[in-house]
């Protein structure tokens, strides 16, 4: 990360059972080389809760991480006398659901698109509550395929900032193009992920990625980007770690 000058990382924790005790030494790490850490979480069976109760749970997870975090440094500090400069918590969580692979999509993207929508608004206004930053993950798509008013109030009411997964090589400047606007409307910052996974033919297509094409290549598309939509608050991610230390071994 710090060769390719990228200091944010969206992390899974995959273990419930150590969990936390992994967040507490992946953040403190994290902290020491100057990365910011998001927690990453999210499943396609999340979209269907209007309620938005295990969007909830995992903010409410992420909110005593910090809370847990910050009284132990509290505790060390009065320990030895030593100072921090930075209690090493969770930045954020970013939501990664995907609600469009479910079958219940294909039957009523309408109705899938409205659960989704209201239970990242419920999670937001609680993430809001515990003074985390809340992203959400989303496909290039959502307007293309006739959810264009459920994309405004998801970007409206629903987060702090969208990551758009832009995975369509060559296309990314008209692809983001409604979000561009929206995100702008609101306040949001747009971030614009590329996908660095080789193709396997099925989740990911030649097309979708520049694990061939290489990272010359897609940075000259996101200057692009940066060039098409002047003055707008667009970053740049990599999907994923792994998928970045294989490109970079090839280059």
């Known amino acids: 990360m710090k060769d390719q000058e990228l200091n ?17 030494l992946f953040a403190e790490k994290a902290m020491e080389a100057g990365i910011t850490i998001y927690r990453l979480t999210g499943h396609p069976s999340w979209a269907l809760d209007s309620e938005g109760e295990r969007l909830c749970e995992e903010v409410e997870e992420t909110a005593a991480y910090n809370r847990r975090i910050q009284r132990k440094f509290l505790e060390r500090r009065r320990g030895d006398g030593e100072e921090w400069a930075q209690i090493p918590c969770l930045e954020g969580i970013v939501f990664d659901v995907e609600p469009y692979t479910l079958d219940e999509w ?50 409206r009411n629903g987060c702090d900032r969208i990551a758009v997964m832009n995975y369509y090589r060559g296309a990314e400047i008209k692809n983001i193009a409604t979000e561009v606007e929206l995100a702008s409307e609101y306040g949001k910052e747009l971030i614009n992920i590329y ?13 979708n990625t520049y694990y061939n094409s290489g990272l010359t290549a897609l940075r000259k598309s996101y200057a692009g980007v940066k060039e098409a939509y002047p003055g707008r608050n667009i970053s740049i991610a990599y999907h994923d770690y792994r998928a970045l230390k294989e490109v970079l071994h090839i280059e």
Not at 8 to 21: D, I, P
Not at 197 to 207: C, N
Request: proline share 2%; with cysteine.
């Open 106 to 155: 294909d039957e009523d993207p309408d109705r899938v698109m409205e659960t989704f929508v209201s239970g990242m608004k419920k999670a937001y206004a609680l993430a809001r509550s515990h003074e985390l930053e809340m992203i959400v993950c989303i496909p290039w798509f959502y307007d293309k395929k006739g959810q264009g008013e459920g994309l405004e109030e998801l970007i």
């Open 8 to 24: 944010v990382l969206y992390q899974n924790f995959s273990s419930k059972n150590s969990r936390q005790e992994q967040m507490s």
């Open 195 to 207: 996908e660095l996974k080789k193709a396997d033919g099925s989740s990911v297509e030649e097309i």
